[in-house]
């Protein structure tokens, strides 16, 4: 295989791994808070608005020290025992109990932070400067086919159901618990790629230990080393003007990703006026928000035809979808949903509430999610392909502890201040994302005249 197939390989099996797992905890998330509320025992008093919080909060702080990690025992054991709490964590709501539900969501946080570190780390060094873009699309629309499998058996077998009962609720966690562990050994089947022709590459530090070679033997004290200086250098990027700039749409990824993954299913399940389908349509909706993701993948990664209009029209699409999206739910669904009980909400939206309508976002929501992900994953492997690992673990930082914000205050605002709040981040995240994907423009059309 030519080392350009290896390493496209390479970036399917990464998909692919990140699909089976987020198959499973992704509707594990879409459905907690839902779940949780119609689990009757006095042992258990947990809040899926907290445990994301908690796993967010952890997971923000976490990311400071997962390029250490990753530079000790590497990217691939780091994807596989990561993704052994991530089957934990789905397990725990088999029989839930709030000091095990709660500890797991402690160790997710964790566990998080070394996942998505590794996948920038691995993603950089599978891609090139040409393809970077592509290899973001393909890796963020494999990986958002997990929407649709989950959800579509929610969909199905929560149809027409106002209770969620305890079969219902272990039948499911306990499918996506194996479905989880399975996903955990694709990592395995990942190849370390070809080393470049060029007689240095800076990258080349951070190849892991279990992909580089096994008969090397690296001493404690260079391992040590190598955690200190990844850990120093994740705090140096922080300060550099292009980090703090993209830290205002990193902390919009992280608000827009609370709300389509956890509040805007528990918005639709609470909705009385959709009827004895509300807790069905969180299925359906996170197979349309799968939907868009997935178009915004394909056609903003796959086929890269935006490349030779940068970066900025494809941010640009992204908060227009979503600022369109906003307004719909704020018309369409009542504004104590993301708070209300059980029984659901009495409170009657500013329209008629149309279920076409709350799908129709659903695909929006999706859409715009997809527009911002590829293009930051994008410009931070592109500007910092030389400190990926330290690069990404600044990006998850922030999305992260933005995320377990907005799963705090989920708990207690209602629908209407949380619509505004991610509309002001994400206008002004737009414009900060402009300013440095400028400066990118401008730096290769200098260097295009130099090298004339």
Same mark, same amino acid.
């Given at each position: 295989?030519?080392? /350009? ?8 099996? &990464? ?7 987020? *198959?499973?905890?992704?509707? +594990? ?19 899926? =608005? *907290? ?45 839930? !109990? ?6 797991? $969501? ?14 920038? #780390?691995?993603?950089?060094?599978? $891609? ?13 629309? &494999? ?9 579509? =058996? ?16 272990? *039948? ?11 996903? #955990? ?17 800076? $990258? ?19 391992? +040590? ?49 959709? @009827? ?19 178009? %915004? %993948? ?28 906003? !307004?719909?739910?704020?018309? #369409? ?32 929501? @999706? ?20 400190d990926s690992a330290s690069a990404f673990a600044v990006f998850k930082f922030v999305q992260s502890i933005t995320a377990a914000v907005?799963?705090? !205050? ?19 995240? *737009? ?5 440095? /994907? ?15």
């Amino acid at each position: 295989m030519s080392p /350009e197939g290896k390493t496209l390989l390479n970036i399917i099996i &990464l998909g692919l791994g990140f699909m089976v797992i987020f *198959t499973a905890f992704g509707t +594990c998330g879409n459905i907690e808070q839902t779940v949780i509320k119609s689990f009757n025992s006095t042992e258990f008093h947990g809040s899926g =608005y *907290t445990s994301m919080a908690i796993i967010y909060a952890v997971f923000s702080a976490s990311n400071l020290i997962a390029p250490s990690v990753i530079a000790v025992i590497g990217p691939q054991l780091s994807l596989f025992f990561s993704g052994l709490v991530y089957s934990g964590y789905i397990a725990v709501f088999i029989h839930p !109990y709030t000091s095990s539900f709660y500890t797991l $969501s402690v160790l997710l946080g964790i566990a998080a932070a070394v996942l998505w570190t590794a996948q920038g #780390n691995l993603l950089t060094i599978n $891609s090139k400067d040409s393809t970077i873009g592509r290899n973001s699309g393909i890796f963020w629309a &494999l990986m958002q086919f997990s929407l649709f499998f989950g959800n579509l =058996y929610i969909f199905f077998a929560w149809r027409g159901k106002s209770h969620i009962t305890d079969k219902d609720r272990q *039948t499911v966690f306990i499918t996506l618990t194996v479905i989880s562990l399975v996903g #955990n050994f694709l990592f395995f089947l990942i190849q370390r790629p070809d080393p470049e022709p060029a007689p240095s590459d800076a $990258s080349e530090s951070l190849l892991p230990a279990d992909i580089s070679d096994s008969n090397s033997v690296v001493p404690s004290q260079s391992l +040590c080393s190598q955690a200190f200086e990844a850990f120093k250098k994740s705090i140096q990027l922080a300060m550099t003007k292009e980090m703090l700039l993209l830290s205002i749409p990193f902390a919009y990824s992280g608000l827009e990703l609370t709300f389509y993954s956890g509040v805007y299913g528990t918005c639709l399940g609470a909705m009385t006026q959709f @009827g004895d389908d509300a807790k069905g349509l969180i299925g359906l909706s996170g197979i349309l928000i799968g939907v868009g993701e997935i178009l %915004g %993948g394909g056609v903003f990664g796959i086929l890269d035809k935006c490349n030779r209009f940068g970066r900025n029209p494809v941010v640009f699409l992204g908060l227009f979808t979503h600022i369109v999206a906003f !307004y719909l739910i704020f018309l #369409n669904i009542a504004s104590d949903a993301p708070v209300a009980p059980e029984e659901g909400t009495q409170m009657q939206a500013f329209i008629q509430p149309s279920v076409t309508v709350a799908l129709i976002c659903s695909f929006l929501l @999706g859409l715009g999610d997809s527009c911002f992900n590829t293009q930051l994953i994008s410009i931070v492997g592109f500007l910092f392909r030389e400190d990926s690992a330290s690069a990404f673990a600044v990006f998850k930082f922030v999305q992260s502890i933005t995320a377990a914000v907005a799963f705090f !205050y989920s708990n207690y605002f209602l629908l209407h201040w949380q619509l505004l709040i991610m509309v002001l981040t994400g206008f002004l995240g *737009t414009i900060t994302f402009f300013v440095v /994907e400028w400066g990118v423009i401008s730096s290769r059309r200098d260097s295009d005249y130099d090298s004339i």
